[in-house]
């Protein structure tokens, strides 16, 4: 496995549109475990590809209680709504508060290409949303109500 390197914000791939996944071989196992250890190395809680530089449809998701690989995911139902505070690994330092749905049904493929689908509620649930905006090239800062100084929300 390999640390990749994060890109920030400013870079334009960031605001890039990412492509499916078609081939779930070994290249794709590599860059999801480099994706896991560059995630936990930050301490991050999610990790989309193109904060790589890979333009592919590929986030992870852990809230501490629950570790998740979703290639291609898709959006298939959400309600209710929370309101809190996020952070990005590709904007160091910024946070702000953002208005997201509280439950989300999400449907992926793993890593061998099997689809399968998840309810997340709360935190999971703004995790998901956050990354697959990233797909889109969406950042949280594109959507905050607000800008806050983390401090305020320790
Ligand atoms: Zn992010």
Redesign the pocket.
């Known amino acids: 496995m390999a640390i990749r390197t994060i890109i920030v914000d400013g870079d334009p791939l960031l605001r890039k549109i990412s492509k499916p996944v078609e081939n779930f071989d070994e290249k794709l196992h590599i860059l999801l475990d480099d994706m896991k250890e560059t995630m936990e190395k930050n301490n991050g809680v ?1 990790l ?1 590809a193109p ?1 790589i530089g890979i333009l592919r449809r590929i986030i992870l998701v852990d809230d501490e209680k629950i570790f998740c690989e979703f290639i291609n995911p898709e959006i298939i139902d959400q309600e209710g709504n929370q309101y809190g505070i996020e952070g ?4 160091p330092e910024e946070f702000g508060m953002v208005d997201r749905s509280n439950t989300v049904r999400v449907r992926g493929k793993d890593r061998y290409g099997k689809t399968f689908e998840i309810v997340a509620t709360d935190l999971l649930a703004r995790i998901i949303f ?2 697959i905006d ?1 797909l889109n090239g969406i ?2 800062k594109d959507i905050a109500k607000e800008m806050v100084d983390k401090k305020d929300y320790k």
């Open positions: 999610g989309a904060q990005c690994l590709s904007c956050h990354e990233h950042l949280f």
